[in-house]
């Protein structure tokens, strides 16, 4: 498996409007795709048993204006998504869109975590998030705040509508990149400093342990918001990242000196 070479990215401010609608009709992969997939997922499932082949969307229509982002998904599965990004430039590739959220402490920090070993991307850099699920669905359309307030809950232990929540909005949306996913970024403000979110997040790891669960992040990581240190991340950490990271965090420091 070749090392993925760093593609553009664009990360621009969220339209007035974004809807990621369902269409339920099949999506089918050719029979030599799909049989490259099973043998692939056999082979990392003996090396990581914990995998699991749940339920992904895949988008098959953009629609794209200054006003408005239209997306429509069909639903594949997590062969897919995985065998994607595990071989660059695959035919039939798996595009998703997800959601995930920049989280911005009283101290000027922002937050992100490490995945877990157990996961299929052991080690790497992103904000809080995750795929679009069944259970986000509004009728037809996802409800993306639903599902963000989820991944929170359940990677953070933080609730949207908790008392310490100063502000929640959506951000940013990023496309291209290293695979061609789109992302609905959120901006969560906390009235908690970077050590009080530490210790949050580290409280809610261990009552996943207790209960017999794996946490999605082995640890949570703190940047603060100033030009220097957001450059001495970039250039000195050498960590497998989402590609969304480094721009966004760019693209704070940016506004911060307008």
């Not at 992302?183 to 400093?193: G, I, K, M, P, Y």
Request: aromatic letters at 10%.
């Amino acid at each position: 498996m070749g090392i993925r070479k760093l593609k553009t990215i664009e990360i621009k401010e969220i339209p007035a409007r974004v809807t990621v609608t369902y269409d339920s009709s099949s999506f089918l992969l050719p029979q030599h795709i799909q049989e490259q997939h099973e043998r692939y997922w056999d082979e990392q499932f003996e090396l990581n048993p914990n995998l699991r082949n749940g339920e992904v969307f895949t988008i098959s229509e953009i629609s794209e204006t200054e006003e408005e982002l239209q997306v429509t998904v069909k639903k594949t599965d997590y062969k897919h998504y995985l065998y994607t990004i595990r071989h660059e430039n695959c035919a039939f590739p798996c595009k998703v869109i997800f959601t995930c959220v920049a989280v911005i402490t009283n101290d000027h920090h922002i937050a992100f975590g490490r995945m877990n070993q157990h996961t299929s991307t052991p080690g790497r850099l992103q904000f809080t998030g995750g795929g679009l699920d069944e259970s986000d669905l509004n009728g037809s359309v996802f409800d993306l705040v639903k599902n963000i307030g989820k991944e929170l809950n359940e990677e953070m232990g933080l609730h949207i509508e908790s008392p310490y929540i100063k502000s929640f909005r959506p951000k940013f949306v990023k496309n291209k990149g290293t695979y061609d996913f789109w992302a609905v970024v959120f901006e969560l403000a906390v009235d908690l400093s970077a050590q009080e979110l530490q210790k949050l997040f580290e409280k809610h790891n261990q009552s996943l342990i207790e209960k017999g669960e794996q946490p999605e992040f082995e640890e949570f990581v703190f940047v603060s918001l100033d030009k220097e240190s957001v450059e001495s991340f970039i250039q000195h950490d050498i960590s497998l990242k989402e590609d969304y990271l480094n721009p966004i965090l760019k693209k704070y420091v940016e506004k911060e000196q307008k």
